[in-house]
């Protein structure tokens, strides 16, 4: 999604699978008037409809916020799911789901969120292989043996410059790494990422290709041999080049009215259809199962160990500037960096008694979050998920959007307007939430 820190020497390319907009920066702080809780309510049944009143409500509350948007809802393309979460008196957690909008066919690009399954993937893959030696900690080389493939031999943001899994996971949740995400989708490869995530239930998924560097499909399908070594550079796992036979679905996705393509414009709308797709609510549910993985079917569950769990929850939730290693300039890393709702593009200190785990993606115009909020202070937790379409002029790829004037400012007043919520809903017993009380770097 945004500027990574790159790691390997590479020429300036057309990105023909974008992931991110530079964002600007806005004050983090608002003050939130009470919502009328006359115009609030909420009952089992709405919970099982993909649109109810409960969401609607309380953005009807506010309409210094959402009076511009609710209108428009079809144009911008707006999909969100709350969670209300209660523990009963041994801390069991329920879970209980109210939609907005949310229509598994109606197509947004998800952008940086499909680096969040994907990371996930990586570490279950290493414990299905199951050989002595290799971790997610083991040294990590990609080679190359396809047209348009380029090698990873060492990682300067690494302690000791090696490549690991470890310390791609660690990017993609802390700052939104392009380059973390396209080795682990070629550690991957697309059979393995999209037949795993179908036979666990998430059957919306379609990741079919590299994020931020200009291939084509057939470059997509090849991903490169790969090798993990010891300390003295044995090879203890060496996988060859992989093309993949997955079989895309028939999907016609298009988005806006024209787009550009190597400089002309194109009066019709751009096909969508080839590249990356995930519901909300499969990003939800994939949430929901690193968090509560007790909590889900068993299917649904990710093959990992207690310390790949550790280590997802913890940098999901860490900000840039805690980081030991590297040093995050936070000038430009800046705490609400990869954390849209409740913040926006806001720069500046976050409180650290709030913390947020999520994966947020941003690209063609479209901004979507996918979080669980908790308030160790006020001891209050919920999830939120939301997207918004944001291209006024329905022209892709002219680097005109509507970020910073709708977007951002949307997804930090719908953060707000629900951690606002939760404030005032009662709850017959308080959560212990010291499981997601977590010893960052700094």
């Not at 083991?138 to 047209?147: D, K, M, P, Q, R």
């Not at 308030?375 to 291209?391: R, V, W």
């Not at 707000?416 to 977590?438: C, G, M, W």
Request: proline fraction near 5%; charge should be negative; aromatic fraction near 12%.
């Amino acid at each position: 999604m945004h500027p990574i820190l790159k790691i390997y020497p590479m020429a300036a390319l057309a990105f023909c699978c974008a992931c991110g907009h530079a964002k600007k920066a806005q004050s983090v702080e608002i003050n939130l008037p009470v919502a009328d809780s006359s115009l609030v309510s909420e009952t089992e049944n709405d919970a099982q409809n993909s649109s109810d009143k409960l969401i609607e409500n309380i953005l009807r509350a506010y309409p210094q916020y959402f009076d511009s948007i609710l209108p428009k809802k079809k144009d911008l393309k707006l999909q969100i799911i709350y969670t209300a979460i209660d523990r009963n008196k041994k801390n069991e957690p329920s879970f209980v789901s109210h939609y907005f909008n949310v229509n598994a066919d109606n197509y947004f690009y998800p952008a940086s969120t499909v680096k969040m399954p994907v990371a996930l993937l990586a570490l279950q893959k290493l414990n299905e292989l199951n050989i002595k030696g290799v971790d997610k900690n083991t040294s990590f080389i990609t080679e190359t043996g396809f047209e348009g493939e380029t090698p990873v031999y060492n990682d300067p943001n690494s302690p000791d410059g090696r490549p690991t899994i470890a310390n791609y996971v660690r990017k993609i949740f802390l700052v939104s790494d392009n380059d973390a995400y396209n080795r682990l989708y070629e550690f991957l490869g697309q059979e393995y990422i999209n037949d795993h995530l179908h036979a666990m239930g998430y059957n919306s998924s379609c990741i079919v290709h590299r994020l931020e560097v200009s291939m084509n499909e057939e470059q997509h399908r090849n991903t490169n041999p790969v090798k993990f070594l010891d300390s003295s550079d044995n090879v203890l796992y060496s996988q060859p080049l992989q093309r993949s036979n997955f079989v895309y679905p028939d999907r016609h996705d298009s988005v806006a009215n024209a787009y550009y393509k190597n400089g002309e414009l194109i009066n019709q709308p751009m096909n969508f259809s080839r590249k990356n797709k995930v519901s909300l609510q499969d990003l939800t549910n994939i949430l929901k199962s690193i968090l509560f993985p007790q909590e889900v079917a068993p299917n649904q569950r990710f093959n990992l160990t207690e310390d790949d769990y550790s280590l997802v929850k913890k940098y999901m939730s860490q900000f840039p500037g805690e980081t030991t290693f590297p040093q995050y300039d936070t000038t430009e890393f800046y705490d609400a960096y990869v954390k849209l709702l409740k913040y926006g593009s806001g720069k500046g200190t976050l409180p650290k008694q709030i913390r947020i785990f999520n994966k947020e993606g941003d690209a063609y115009g479209f901004l979507t979050d996918i979080a669980y909020i908790a308030d160790f202070e006020n001891n209050i937790e919920f999830m939120l998920s939301a997207t918004i379409y944001c291209n006024s002029d329905g022209v892709m790829n002219d680097d005109h959007y509507d970020y910073d004037t709708v977007g951002y400012p949307y997804l930090k007043h719908l953060g707000e307007v629900f951690y606002n919520y939760e404030l005032q809903r009662k709850r017959k017993h308080a959560p212990d939430l010291s499981t997601f009380k977590i010893a960052y770097d700094k």
